[in-house]
Structures are given as C-alpha cells and as structure tokens.
C-alpha cells in the first residue's frame, strides 16, 4: 500500500537509540552485579518462563545466556526447566534442546495456588513455576493501551495460569479498573520468592534498547521509564486517516486482542476520520465474552454502566469497540467473514489495505491527510 508523501503526517514507531546495546556484555554484566549467584548457589530446581516477543532471537539469546550464568554458578542444567508461556510463538531453541523445555496450557498444566497471594481470587499457576526454588521470567516489556504496561509479571499470571484463574481475574471485578488488573500481575508474582525478571526494550526495527535484571517489580520500574522514552511519539496535528496494524502473532492472532491497540490510532484521528486497521485475526474473534458483548448491539452507555457495576475485560474491550464505530468508519482487513464483521463488531470488511485505502479517500478526498502505526502495540502516540 503506497500513501502520498504530500498526504503523510508521519510514520509512528518506537525511537531508535542512539548507541547500540551490546546484549551480550550488558547481560553478563546485569547478571553478574545481581544477586542471583546468592540465591541459585542452593536452588535444586529452575524454571526459566519465557513469554512471548516479537524479536524471538534475542529471546532465545537471553535464555541461552541465563542457562550459562546457572551453569557457571554450579547449576545443573538437569535441574533448569525452559517453561513456555501460553501465548509464545515458537523460538529457536536448538542450542538449548538438553535442557526440559514444556509449553504451558491453560486447560491440561497442572497448576498450583499462589498462596501468598491475599486477593479477591485464588491464581492458580503451573506447578513448574510454582514448585522451583529459584524462578526466572524473561519478556519484553512494551506500553498497553489499556493497562498500562505489559511484560515480565504478565508472563507468570495470567501466562502461565489456568483457563479458571484466568477468568476470576478479568471478569465480574467489582470496584476494580483496567489498571488495576496489571497492579494485581505485580502483586502475584512479588508474592513468590525467589522470583527474578529478566526484560528488555526495543527499540526501531525491533532491535534492543535497554536491560534489566532483578526482582520483578524493580524490574519493571527499572524498564517502564524506557518504555515511555523509547515509545512516545509526538504530533503536531491528528489525520484525517489511520492506517494500523496490532503488530503481528499475538497481537493480531484474534480480534479481542487486536483491539487493544485500537487507543493509539484514535489518539491521532480526526473526529469523523476513517481507520483502517489490519489484522489477520486466524484465530478468529476471540474466546471469552467479547463475542457476546458485541453481538449485543447496545449503545456504548448501556455498556458503560454495566462496567461501572463490575469490571469484565472482554466486555471492556467491546464498549471500546462500540465506541470507535460509532464515531468513526472503521475498516478491517482480516480473515474474519465478512458478514461478522459488520453485523457483530460494527467495523467494514475490506479485502486488502490497497482497497480500503480507495474507499477511504474516496469518502473523505484524495487529499486526505494519512498517519501509518506499523506496530500499535509498541508506541504511544500523542498530539502536541
């Protein structure tokens, strides 16, 4: 798809740094001023967790490298689980086929309670995890359009819980907001001991930008500071077109997920702008209640109201929807039917981006102003 280089406001993507990271020093260094020899030196059972990133090679570079530093420390790699969190899409791990490597399920791994936890609800997370004596989580941290912040504790929970647990935490929340869904994450995993994060940023073109190593919440203190550097992106005025993508497996495996992403479009969109979004969506809508949420048809402030009476995530991502299609033409392209499409989701089925493009500028002039997020997912937008 070509836009008019008269017509583009911009290309919205993470900042490139100015230096290069060298990962392979940094990370020897992080590890080695840690105290992780302390507490590997008696642990008889690890398990690395690995969550899901778009630069799989540094993923499995890192979890290369962290297997080495236990070694080195006396570690057995006989005792070192790879543990796989649910949404991970394959990485290469040839290097590292003598160690166990499992990927959870959310319906057939066994699970354990987080017992130190003291919330509202029992987290229920696979027994791997919860029965090492030392546990590693390494992911990338990124912004959310609508928690926040993502990464390192969302590995743990909900990544490595049950179908169950998973359910008591997005659904029927009384009193509680988007937000504190994420503080919850933290809270569980600071309740395990012995429990370190090993994250990092990217920067343009998927390359990294920063580092860390530690306890799981100073881990992310340490990086939300960088994702705010590296993905805030500033303009001057907001377009009369959006073209975006979620950014690829998961992000655009199903459309609930998919419209998280959907803030940092309507952020830069004029009031009666057009966006178009694409997202493959093989693995269709989406599980869960966001199907029956949208189906519905009710106008956003029904919706609203039922939101405000308790929290349901599913139902928080359709008012989302409702709302944008209301205010604004939406176009997908996607494999999801068409007759779906419209009639459930309220957004217009288009076969490529190319088409969707014409119909847009069709509706709004050839003139139309267009800003294009590649990566929605990895950028925070705003306008000056």
Request: with cysteine; hydrophobic share 40%.
């Amino acid at each position: 798809m070509r836009v008019a280089e008269e017509n583009l406001l911009g290309v919205l993507s993470p900042k490139a740094m100015d230096t290069s990271l060298d990962i392979g020093k940094e990370t020897k260094r992080i590890l080695d001023s840690s105290n992780l020899q302390d507490v590997a030196r008696n642990a008889q059972r690890v398990c690395i967790a690995l969550g899901n990133s778009v630069n799989r090679a540094l993923l499995s570079e890192l979890a290369k490298q962290l297997v080495e530093q236990l070694v080195t420390i006396g570690i057995s790699s006989s005792s070192i689980t790879l543990l796989c969190a649910s949404d991970l899409a394959d990485i290469p791990l040839n290097e590292l086929n003598s160690l166990q490597i499992i990927r959870h399920d959310p319906q057939q791994s066994s699970t354990s309670p987080v017992d130190q936890f003291h919330g509202e609800f029992q987290p229920m997370v696979n027994s791997l995890f919860i029965d090492a004596d030392l546990r590693v989580t390494i992911a990338e941290a990124k912004p959310h359009q609508l928690l926040g912040f993502s990464g390192l504790s969302d590995v743990i929970f909900p990544g490595l819980a049950s179908n169950e647990s998973t359910r008591a935490h997005l659904s029927n929340r009384k009193q509680k907001t988007a937000t504190d869904l994420f503080s919850e994450r933290v809270e569980i995993a600071n309740s395990l001991q012995n429990t370190f994060a090993l994250g990092f940023v990217l920067g343009m073109n998927h390359s990294p930008a920063r580092i860390s190593f530690g306890a799981v919440s100073t881990c992310i203190s340490e990086l939300r500071q960088a994702v705010q550097e590296i993905s805030t992106t500033t303009l001057r005025k907001a377009s009369d077109i959006v073209i975006m993508s979620p950014g690829g497996n998961p992000m655009d495996n199903l459309l609930s997920t998919a419209v998280e992403t959907l803030p940092a479009g309507l952020t830069v969109l004029k009031r009666e702008g057009i966006m178009i979004v694409a997202a493959e969506c093989g693995g269709g809508h989406g599980g869960g209640e966001f199907f029956e949420w949208c189906a519905e048809r009710k106008e956003p402030r029904y919706l609203e109201s039922r939101l405000r009476h308790a929290l349901n995530y599913d139902g928080l991502k359709a008012t989302l929807l409702r709302r944008a299609t209301e205010a604004h033409r939406i176009y997908l392209v996607s494999t999801i039917p068409d007759h779906h499409v419209e009639k459930v989701f309220g957004m217009r089925p288009a076969r490529t981006l190319n088409s969707a493009m014409h119909l847009a500028e069709h509706a709004l002039g050839s003139d139309s102003s267009a800003i294009v997020i590649p990566d929605a997912s990895r950028v925070i937008p705003k306008l000056e």
